[in-house]
């Protein structure tokens, strides 16, 4: 039961950083996105 409940604490903690790593380069090109539409405007 405890080995069952530290998988699943593991599987939660892994999820979310990929969550989060993916979220973070989202972030990054949506940047990339915005700068290039600025310069291309100007």
């Known amino acids: 039961m405890l080995f069952l409940?530290?998988?699943l604490i593991i599987l939660i903690v892994a999820g979310a950083?990929?969550?989060l790593?993916?979220?973070?380069?989202?972030a990054i090109a949506a940047l990339v996105i915005w700068l290039i539409s600025f310069?291309?405007?100007?």
């Open 5 to 7: 409940l530290a998988l």
């Open 17 to 19: 950083g990929f969550a």
């Open 21 to 26: 790593h993916v979220l973070w380069w989202v």
């Open 39 to 42: 310069f291309m405007r100007r």
